[in-house]
């Protein structure tokens, strides 16, 4: 892959880094994710979980997005996120990053066409979301199985598109003999490659530093590799700075949400957009302000533009001028927004 070197490899073809602008390093474009269904007790939940998109529902969507079943799919939404990412574009976005891997049925033409249409520089991902999302059959793969199918994705391309990084890699918690070997066979196929990686931890505060532990000692690189969602993963501030120095890519990737509620883990109170900022902060003032990224992880239905949610455009119209009256540099968010994902996505 020495023609990738210093390149970053979109689903249209090779392209410079200094070509992709301002990122979003962890989003979905096309996606289901029905192993999320999270039933509730009580009539009302039982009322709603089917209910149509109306103003009236759309307070209980907010509080329960993974109880109300059509809000479990991005299918069917092609019109709908194309005009969110010409909106994006003219908001000053460039590029997208879709982690949209097997177990949350990935649409790859659909990729290459949304990119065709709209200008915007997708890259898509590779890989094996968590194990409970997984067919029988593919949860009996081997290592080496696994590292096929990435090796492949990324050197000849599936549905005629090849993917520019793995991920995102799941991982549950604890995590699973499945989910080991996942992340042993993108470690071993990174080493090959040298491409970029993106990890979904589990839900604990220990999953980050046990996740690099396994990746590391297979072979892979903390310094290409993003630990994502870290804004519902880690909240101590002597943990995460202790985790900083394993030298990963910090990824605060749920901006947008605003609901204290966490309904895949009720032990979770969900931080706000401004604690997330602070908590950036933070990490700005220990010196890793090339370390970190950001992005929404918009994978449901309600996060869309349409359905009243925030969108994609979220982060450039919102966090960014928030981020600048918290004070935090113009040369700082250039980093955050455009540099240090066009670091990581160039294969090294």
């Not at 301002?22 to 009322?47: C, D, M, N, R, W």
């Not at 990746?215 to 985790?243: P, Q």
């Not at 359905?307 to 919102?318: D, F, M």
């Amino acid at each position: 892959m020495s023609n990738l070197t210093g390149k970053v490899q979109t689903v249209l073809g090779i392209k410079e880094p200094s070509d992709l602008g301002v990122i979003l390093p962890h989003e979905h474009l096309a996606i289901q994710v029905p192993s999320f269904y999270t039933p509730q007790k009580g009539k009302l939940s039982e009322k709603l979980q089917n209910a149509p998109f109306e103003m009236q529902h759309l307070g209980w969507i907010r509080q329960n997005p993974y109880t109300h079943i059509p809000n479990l799919t991005l299918e069917g939404e092609y019109e709908t996120i194309k005009e969110e990412l010409f909106f994006f574009k003219e908001n000053g976005g460039s590029t997208i990053v879709e982690n949209t891997v097997i177990g949350i049925f990935p649409d790859i033409p659909c990729l290459k066409r949304l990119s065709k249409d709209t200008g915007i520089n997708i890259i898509c991902g590779t890989g094996f979301y968590v194990g409970a999302s997984q067919t029988e059959s593919v949860q009996r793969y081997t290592e080496e199985q696994m590292a096929d199918v990435i090796r492949a994705d990324i050197t000849e391309g599936r549905q005629g598109v090849k993917s520019g990084m793995i991920g995102e890699i799941g991982t549950s918690w604890p995590i699973t003999e499945f989910e080991k070997l996942s992340l042993r066979s993108s470690a071993s196929v990174q080493t090959e490659l040298r491409c970029p990686v993106i990890i979904h931890p589990g839900r604990s505060p220990a999953a980050p530093s046990e996740i690099m532990r396994i990746f590391l000692e297979a072979g892979g690189k903390a310094g290409k590799t993003v630990m994502s969602h870290l804004d519902r993963t880690i909240f101590d501030v002597d943990t995460l700075l202790e985790y900083a120095q394993v030298g990963t890519y910090l990824e605060y990737d749920l901006f947008g949400i605003e609901v204290s509620h966490y309904q895949l883990n009720d032990a979770v109170d969900m931080p706000s957009d401004a604690q997330r900022i602070n908590a950036i902060k933070t990490l700005l003032h220990e010196g890793y302000e090339d370390r970190v990224v950001v992005s929404h992880d918009i994978h449901t239905k309600h996060r869309l533009m349409k359905y009243g949610g925030h969108g994609y455009s979220h982060i450039l119209l919102n966090i960014v001028p928030k981020m600048l009256d918290r004070g935090i540099t113009q040369d700082q968010v250039d980093k955050i927004i455009k540099h240090n994902p066009q670091t990581w996505l160039q294969f090294y």
